[in-house]
């Protein structure tokens, strides 16, 4: 039985999108439970949480190639393809970062100085925070969607990714007062540590960089035809 | 000769049986996938308005594929020949239809037909015994029909998002607004039935004022319908939800459109052959006999209750990406079409114009994901079907 109007409809590429979003979150869940162990200095139970972060990414990878495999050039979308691959693009390095980091926190035992302790936690979870907030920009396109592009919706969206960018900025704030103290006890911690810790500093800036960038690419998706 | 009608008829209604078989889930393939109905009732919807849209406004277009491609003049005195010559289009346009369809191009039954008679025109006296800008004129239709569809689908949605959705109470919106839609179709299809339909003579003025009235109770019917209605979802799902009852319309308005085109590709070339058989010139000017469309609407009908649930089913699984406020605008894109081109009396392809009217919902971005590559295997179609059948017959 072949029904040519059945050709014309394609799933739409939001849903494994929304799937590949979830493990991407769960990726990013992991984070906090590595560095507070790392903390204690509790290596076994960091690699342990290293491999599931290897395994996460892997499976975003798989469902990243999926969402690709399935955008012929000859789809028409409300919004340019190149924007959506570019958000999916940007959306796969959360796990990606993620994964960088954890391969970090393996390389060697490191230390984590208690001057670091508080602020260090306090810019990770605003690292969190921000790509929590580019997480809720992607849920909120389904009202866009729904309401086939309405300006009401739009102008929700853009002060979400106002407030994604803010975000992004205070993080970026953050790492730097991170670094200074850590900068700081040059004469305590040793340059190969002060390096990988710089190395985390600047890969988590740059997890939250890459959902800045979800939400620019989002903010094209949503502009005007 | 009495022999040879009946099976001709035969022939025809077994056309309309696999014709609501298979052509009837396209038709209603946006009111399943936004499960406005389900497809027990799409079946239900489809099998009667085929019948009454067949009945009502399928006199049209079984004229122009009965009379109006091949001239009858000629085979007065040779009735066998032309009584072969059609049961020989219908099965030519048969096995095309199952071999393109094989093959997975959308391959329209209304244009293999065409292609079919016009091949044993030629075959039976080359190109003198073709009206070839009846030819022309269909040949056009089929090209304005899907961009028709198109646009008029691009602007019901494009409405539907300016007046509702895109307003601060879109719910109430629905309801303000939503009787007026409806009462629209209910004024084209009281429009098409009277106004140089049947065999009354209603002239223009007194079709409009009919029509209108008809429109008001439409009107009231939905209102009230639309009234009662209160549900917990979201903004946008009360309103598709809102518009899902009104779908119930647009669905019934597609099947009668979809009757009163396509019945004509099973029981045109029966026409013809009634004709030639009452004998006489003035065969080609009288009007198709009603059991004759009967018998095609009847056959549609069974053809769509038989198999049509099992195409009808699978379409409302795998068309997931549509919703109300998309599947009527589409609808009513392709419905109006598909009416407006069988009071011209011109067969075109319902899927076809499906296909532009759903297209055209994707430009005023109401859809995620459409396969723009459906139009480049209708292009195809387009240049295949014609020849194709018209060879085979000859």
Redesign the interface.
């Known amino acids: 039985m072949r029904i040519p109007i059945l050709r014309l409809f394609r799933k739409s590429p939001f849903k494994p999108l929304r799937v590949h979003m979830e493990k991407s979150l769960e990726t990013l869940s992991h984070l906090k439970p590595m560095f507070e162990n790392l903390a204690q200095g509790n290596f076994e139970k960091v690699e342990e949480i290293a491999e599931t972060i290897y395994k996460l990414e892997h499976e975003c990878d798989k469902i990243k190639d999926g969402i690709r495999d399935n955008l012929p050039k000859t789809l028409l979308m409300p919004f340019a393809r190149s924007d959506f691959l570019g958000l999916v693009h940007e959306q796969d390095e959360i796990p990606d970062k993620v994964e960088d980091i954890a391969v970090l926190l393996t390389l060697k035992k490191l230390k984590m100085p208690e001057e670091l302790k508080a602020e260090f936690f306090e810019f990770l979870e605003r690292v969190e925070s921000t790509v929590e907030q580019a997480v809720k920009i992607v849920q909120e396109m389904d009202r866009v969607l729904e309401s086939s592009f309405s300006k009401k919706e739009i102008e929700g969206v853009q002060k979400l990714i106002d407030e994604l960018e803010q975000r992004e900025w205070k993080t970026d704030k953050k790492a730097c007062k991170v670094a200074k103290i850590l900068l700081n006890l040059e004469n305590e911690v040793s340059p190969v540590e002060i390096y990988m810790w710089m190395n985390i500093i600047r890969e988590l800036s740059a997890l939250a960089d890459h959902a800045e960038s979800m939400g620019k690419n989002i903010r094209l998706m949503i502009a005007k035809v | 000769m009495f022999i040879w009608l009946i099976l001709v008829l035969a022939g025809a209604f077994y056309m309309a049986f696999v014709l609501g078989g298979?052509d009837a889930?396209?038709a209603m393939?946006t009111s399943v996938?936004s499960k406005a109905i389900n497809y027990r009732q799409a079946v239900i919807i489809a099998a009667v308005a085929n019948l009454i849209g067949a009945l009502l406004v399928g006199g049209h277009v079984t004229h122009t594929i009965g009379k109006g491609i091949v001239t009858l003049e000629p085979f007065l005195k040779n009735a066998k020949l032309f009584i072969l010559g059609m049961f020989a289009s219908l099965i030519a346009a048969g096995i095309w239809v199952q071999i393109a369809?094989?093959f997975?191009?959308?391959?329209s039954t209304t244009h293999s037909i065409v292609g079919a008679v016009m091949g044993f025109g030629i075959f039976a006296g080359g190109g003198k015994y073709i009206y070839w800008m009846k030819f022309l004129k269909i040949v056009a239709s089929w090209i304005i029909s899907p961009f028709l569809g198109g646009v008029l689908a691009f602007l019901i949605?494009y409405f539907i998002?300016k007046v509702i959705?895109?307003a601060?109470n879109?719910i109430l919106r629905t309801k303000g607004w939503g009787p007026f839609l409806s009462s629209l179709v209910f004024f084209i299809i009281m429009l098409s039935v009277i106004y140089k339909g049947l065999k009354l003579k209603v002239p223009l003025f007194q079709s409009i004022l009919i029509s209108l009235s008809f429109a008001f109770f439409g009107y009231i019917i939905t209102w009230s319908f639309l009234r009662a209605r209160k549900r917990r979802d979201?903004v946008?799902?009360q309103v598709?939800k809102l518009f899902a009852i009104l779908q119930i319309l647009t669905a019934t308005y597609m099947g009668f459109a979809h009757g009163a085109n396509d019945v004509a590709n099973a029981i045109g070339p029966a026409a013809g052959v009634w004709s030639i058989i009452k004998g006489g010139l003035s065969a080609k000017e009288s009007a198709v006999p009603i059991w004759l469309l009967g018998i095609g609407g009847i056959g549609l009908a069974i053809g769509t209750a038989l198999f049509g649930y099992?195409?009808i089913k699978?379409?409302g699984e795998?068309?997931?990406?549509?919703?109300p406020?998309r599947g009527f605008a589409a609808e009513f894109g392709a419905a109006t079409t598909v009416l407006i081109f069988s009071k011209l009396g011109l067969p075109i392809s319902t899927?076809h114009t499906?296909?532009g009217a759903?297209?055209g919902i994707?430009?005023?971005?109401?859809?995620?994901?459409?396969?723009?590559?459906?139009i480049?295997?209708i292009l195809l179609s387009w240049l295949f079907t014609v020849p194709f059948s018209a060879g085979y017959r000859a």
């Open positions: 298979n889930a396209n393939a996938g369809t094989h997975g191009m959308p391959v949605f998002k959705l895109d601060e879109p979201g946008y799902m598709e099992k195409v699978t379409v795998e068309v997931t990406e549509i919703t406020t899927t499906v296909v759903v297209i994707g430009f005023a971005r109401g859809i995620s994901t459409l396969n723009l590559g459906i480049k295997n």
